[in-house]
């Protein structure tokens, strides 16, 4: 049986073609991005170029897909290739090990991909990617901050000027604004953030007291990650169900 022949049950054939033909870039393959790159391949997605710097820390067990004691150490690309490869063999996946800047970003011809979900930490970094998506005419979905919460039906998709809370939100509306990006497609949680604590361990761990480290649990980034990927597939299958009924 083909295995994606349950979501060609809600996508129809048409849908999965279109799937199987399209190319979508991954920024970042943390709690977030990590969740929306295996959805894509398990949802058919027949390229994906997967993008992060980072390599697999005991840390990241708690909250990343891509991060089992096995793979502690191993670039997080490597890792999300090989469980890729596992779901779905025939994804063309091409990993990039690099630090998304204003001119690391020029190495990817943004027109070739029909999706890009951008899922990085840096806000200069999300800035380039959301610029260079503007003028190559790419579809774009941006998630905004998933750290310091604890509630994962708080999660919305809108446009970013119609974002509030979010402390990151917030400050990519004024860099938006200030770029001259006229709107752009978001996940983003309307909880108010946690003043996390931090340990003493924890900041053994990070090397030092950092206050900003944001604290995580397992269900609250990955769902971000997963409404980010749904984005993605609806819009590239061209099939969008039937809405909430809200009576």
Do not use: W
């Amino acid at each position: 049986m083909d295995v994606f022949s349950r979501t060609e049950l809600l996508l129809g054939q048409a849908g999965m073609e279109r799937l199987k033909k399209a190319r979508v870039a991954v920024f970042g393959l943390g709690g977030v991005g990590g969740y929306a790159a295996e959805a894509l391949a398990r949802s058919g997605v027949g390229a994906l170029d997967l993008v992060d710097n980072d390599s697999v820390s005991e840390t990241n067990i708690n909250r990343q897909i891509v991060a089992l004691l096995s793979t502690v150490g191993k670039r997080k690309t490597e890792a999300a290739a090989a469980r890729i490869k596992d779901v779905s063999p025939a994804c063309a996946v091409r990993c990039f090990d690099l630090f998304v800047t204003d001119e690391t970003v020029n190495a990817f011809h943004f027109a070739d991909y029909d999706y890009v979900i951008e899922a990085i930490d840096t806000v200069s970094g999300k800035l380039a990617i959301v610029k260079a998506c503007a003028a190559a005419k790419t579809p774009i979905v941006s998630c905004m901050g998933a750290g310091n919460k604890l509630d994962p039906t708080a999660f919305e998709v809108t446009d970013i000027y119609r974002t509030k809370v979010c402390p990151l939100a917030k400050v990519m509306r004024k860099l938006c604004r200030e770029n001259g990006i006229e709107r752009l497609k978001v996940v983003y949680s309307r909880e108010i953030p946690i003043a996390a604590a931090q340990s003493e361990s924890t900041a053994k761990r990070e090397g030092a007291y950092k206050p900003r480290v944001p604290g995580s649990v397992a269900f609250v980034p990955s769902v971000a990650g997963l409404i980010a990927a749904g984005e993605a597939v609806k819009a590239i299958a061209g099939v969008y169900g039937n809405g909430i009924d809200r009576s």
